[in-house]
């Protein structure tokens, strides 16, 4: 499976198929995404949005994905988030501390749409480690965009608490302007929650007195923070949509999850309903490639 980049205008409306490709966009050549179009083409297709931890190692995630997309005929779109330019992106990116993350997923999910055809309207979405921070808090940002998702290993969360302003609670926060959190809305959104039963390090963990409220470790965030949107579900009427699952035996790992937890395998069977796994589905992620947090 080889990488391509592209800038040249002549290739505009059209992308490899078959290949991780990783492109700038056109209107910011400063932002890198990766995406993967599978063979069959990408006409209304299905998209899949993934987003990485703190490492930024985006690839680890399309080299494992991308075998799946290309049996079940999903469009992969896997934004890179920089240290320099997305400080914040966990916290969707508040002013003063880097661009905003969920208007550039916006952007590249708006880019492949139109290059491919793909239906970009809503979007299926995963997040690791800090992508799971960006996911479960661009939902709640904008529920109306994704269709269902998958958060595992996130190290903190934001809570449906009025009472707390963002990103610990929905209370709305200056630094992110025009964004406004209804329970009412986002809590309609299927949201699967998944973390290692041995994920429970504090390295790399936040620990300030209101994320250490939230739990000791990632694997009592992750299920406090299911029981506070089930609980928040059930005082607005709303069928509850959030679950939570344990996986034993894996610890904060993206390669063990991978490869002991199954975790593509869990992801495309909460997301698109598939259960029979690819043939060619990528045998392992060398350890340097991913290590995410």
């Given at each position: 499976?080889t990488?391509?980049?592209?800038?040249?205008?002549?290739?505009?409306?059209?992308?490899?198929?078959?290949?991780?490709v990783r492109?700038?966009?056109?209107?910011?050549?400063?932002?890198?995404?990766?995406?993967?179009?599978?063979?069959s083409?990408?006409?209304?297709?299905?998209?899949l949005?993934?987003?990485?931890?703190?490492?930024?190692?985006?690839?680890?995630?399309?080299?494992?994905?991308?075998?799946?997309?290309?049996?079940?005929?999903?469009?992969?779109?896997?934004?890179?988030?920089?240290?320099t330019?997305?400080?914040?992106?966990?916290r969707?990116?508040?002013?003063?501390?880097g661009?905003?993350?969920?208007?550039?997923?916006?952007n590249?999910?708006?880019?492949?749409?139109?290059?491919?055809?793909?239906?970009?309207?809503?979007?299926?979405f995963?997040?690791?480690?800090?992508?799971?921070?960006?996911?479960?808090?661009?939902?709640?940002?904008?529920?109306?965009?994704?269709?269902?998702?998958?958060?595992?290993?996130?190290?903190?969360y934001?809570?449906?608490?009025?009472?707390?302003?963002?990103?610990?609670g929905i209370?709305?926060?200056?630094r992110?302007?025009?964004?406004?959190?209804?329970?009412?809305?986002?809590?309609?959104v299927?949201?699967?929650?998944?973390v290692?039963?041995?994920?429970?390090?504090?390295?790399?963990?936040?620990?300030t007195?209101r994320a250490n409220?939230?739990?000791?470790?990632?694997?009592?965030?992750a299920?406090?923070w299911?029981?506070?949107?089930?609980e928040?579900?059930?005082?607005?009427?709303?069928?509850?949509?959030?679950?939570?699952?344990?996986?034993?035996g894996?610890?904060?790992?993206?390669?063990?999850?991978?490869?002991h937890?199954?975790?593509?395998?869990?992801?495309?069977?909460?997301?698109f309903d598939?259960?029979i796994?690819?043939?060619?589905?990528?045998a392992h992620?060398?350890?340097?490639?991913?290590r995410?947090?």
């Amino acid at each position: 499976m080889t990488t391509h980049k592209e800038t040249d205008p002549k290739l505009q409306w059209s992308l490899p198929r078959g290949n991780i490709v990783r492109r700038v966009l056109r209107n910011d050549p400063a932002q890198e995404y990766l995406t993967y179009i599978p063979k069959s083409g990408a006409a209304n297709a299905p998209v899949l949005a993934t987003v990485h931890g703190i490492s930024r190692n985006a690839y680890a995630q399309a080299i494992m994905f991308a075998p799946y997309c290309e049996r079940f005929g999903v469009v992969l779109v896997a934004p890179r988030f920089t240290a320099t330019q997305h400080k914040d992106y966990q916290r969707l990116g508040r002013k003063g501390r880097g661009l905003r993350a969920d208007k550039v997923l916006d952007n590249c999910l708006t880019e492949v749409a139109l290059l491919t055809g793909a239906d970009a309207s809503r979007f299926s979405f995963f997040g690791y480690s800090g992508g799971a921070q960006f996911v479960h808090r661009y939902i709640m940002a904008h529920p109306h965009r994704v269709i269902k998702a998958v958060v595992v290993a996130a190290g903190w969360y934001t809570y449906p608490d009025h009472k707390q302003r963002f990103p610990y609670g929905i209370r709305p926060n200056r630094r992110l302007p025009g964004v406004a959190f209804n329970p009412e809305e986002f809590l309609h959104v299927p949201v699967d929650v998944l973390v290692g039963s041995q994920d429970t390090t504090t390295r790399n963990l936040r620990q300030t007195d209101r994320a250490n409220r939230q739990g000791k470790n990632r694997v009592e965030r992750a299920r406090n923070w299911a029981e506070a949107m089930q609980e928040a579900a059930a005082t607005y009427g709303v069928e509850p949509a959030v679950t939570f699952t344990e996986i034993p035996g894996v610890d904060h790992s993206f390669e063990k999850f991978c490869r002991h937890g199954a975790l593509v395998k869990r992801v495309f069977k909460s997301l698109f309903d598939a259960s029979i796994e690819p043939s060619n589905a990528a045998a392992h992620v060398s350890s340097a490639a991913a290590r995410d947090h």
